[in-house]
């Protein structure tokens, strides 16, 4: 007899998509005193972050602007907040920068940076660019 095959659960939230990785164990430790809670994976990244086993706990920041009704609401983690791009360089898959420019790794980081790309700088102003669509 064979176990039944495990459902792949996916959680859309912002610009990317999170996939459960290990369910929640509830509460564990010594005495009982230490949270266990889910942990979720983006599937572009792979950053983790934490939740239960219906979403990932991905919370939403409203800040009031100036001095009038108007707010802002935003997601607190990077990839959700802004989308990925893929490395100028090796191709991965990057969070995007908080203007929405596309990232690149260290050179120590990077498979295809050399040494020779040590000082270049990743965000220059000459080669700034506008927000773009993922």
């Given at each position: 007899?064979?176990l ?8 859309a939230?912002?610009?990317?998509m ?11 430790g ?9 942990k979720?994976a ?17 919370w939403?920041?409203?800040d009031?602007?100036?001095?009038g ?8 983690t ?38 020779d ?16 669509a993922?």
């Open positions: 007899m064979s039944p095959k495990q459902r792949v659960r996916l959680y939230a912002g610009q990317t999170y996939r459960l990785v290990t369910p929640d164990k509830g509460w564990g010594p005495y009982g005193q230490d949270r266990r809670p889910a979720w983006c599937i572009h990244c792979g950053s983790m972050i934490w939740g239960d086993d219906e979403k990932p706990w991905q939403l920041l409203t009031t602007i100036g001095f009704d108007h707010t802002e609401t935003r997601w607190l990077k990839c959700a907040r802004n989308g990925h791009a893929p490395c100028a360089h090796c191709g991965t898959q990057l969070p995007r920068t908080n203007d929405g420019c596309p990232r690149a790794h260290n050179w120590r980081s990077c498979p295809a940076k050399t040494e790309h040590r000082m270049l700088p990743q965000h220059a102003a000459a080669g700034h660019q506008d927000r773009r993922p």
